[in-house]
Nanobody
Framework: QVQLVESGGGLVQAGASLRLSCLASVRTIRNYDMAWFREAPGKAREFIAFIRYSSNAVDSDAVKGRFAISRDNAKNTMYLQMNNQQPEDTAVYYC???????????????????WGQGTMVTVSS
């Protein structure tokens, strides 16, 4: 069983930066594909980025050039660096983990077996 805990959310002004962290309580995250999703009020959960066990990373078009996903396997931690945030980035941000996935399926939330509780990010204009 993998437990994931997000941290780093908060209230920021437009144009500011935040870094989210996701700590996994597992012997090692080395074999897991991991991802960030977000859920804005009244909207469906949205894919942001995934990073494979090989560290190959893919971003969504919505955040490309502004957000960057990374991982530190030695610390069992995944990160999301968010720059130049905008009010439309306001959402609860979730980290997730999966094993044995095919890359073409990793943009879909239902393909992840493990989820954190989420951390709120609010961007004011």
């Amino acid at each position: 069983q993998v437990q994931l805990v997000e941290s780093g959310g908060g209230l920021v002004q437009a144009g500011a930066s935040l870094r989210l962290s996701c700590l996994a309580s597992v012997r090692t995250i080395r074999n897991y594909d991991m991802a960030w999703f977000r859920e804005a009020p009244g909207k469906a959960r949205e894919f942001i980025a995934f990073i494979r066990y090989s560290s190959n990373a893919v971003d969504s078009d919505a955040v490309k050039g502004r957000f960057a996903i990374s991982r530190d396997n030695a610390k069992n931690t995944m990160y999301l660096q968010m720059n130049n945030q905008q009010p439309e980035d306001t959402a609860v941000y979730y980290c997730s983990a999966a094993r044995g996935g095919i890359q073409s399926t990793l943009r879909t939330a239902t393909n992840y077996q493990y989820w954190g509780q989420g951390t709120m990010v609010t961007v004011s204009s």
